[in-house]
């Protein structure tokens, strides 16, 4: 589920991202808030529309921090490719999984500064619930 319409994203909250761009990174925003609630945020905005412009703020910040990570992964490939192809030996290597792992906690970062307080616990990652 999208948490943010383009319309939304580009004329209440002056994303900008192309829509064209917006349908890919909203995407991926939307199932990174799912993974990152363990699919508590739908239902819990069915529930509490307070929610809202919380999951829509969140939405927004990690599409445009998910397309900033895409774009600095696009310049550091070409970048490793021009490196190759000098008189000179040098060797770069991409920690992919590092890369991964500092773009998550960034993502969660983003998710719990809009979500504040967090009063519905969808950042809770124990079992059960703690509201």
Do not use: N, W
Request: net charge negative; proline share 3%.
């Amino acid at each position: 589920m999208l948490y943010l319409t383009y319309e939304d994203y580009h004329g209440k909250y002056g994303g900008l991202l192309t829509e064209q761009q917006y349908a890919v990174f909203g995407a991926r925003a939307a199932g990174t808030i799912d993974r990152l609630t363990l699919g508590r945020a739908e239902p819990a905005l069915a529930e509490h529309p307070d929610l809202k412009e919380p999951l829509e703020l969140a939405s927004m910040a990690i599409a445009d921090a998910l397309h900033g990570r895409h774009m600095a992964f696009q310049r550091e490939v070409k970048g490793i490719g021009a490196a190759a192809a000098t008189d000179g030996y040098s060797e770069q290597y991409l920690d992919a999984q590092a890369a991964r792992r500092a773009a998550e906690t960034g993502c969660r970062d983003l998710l719990r500064d809009a979500l504040g307080a967090d009063p519905h616990g969808l950042l809770y990652q124990g079992v059960g619930c703690c509201v």
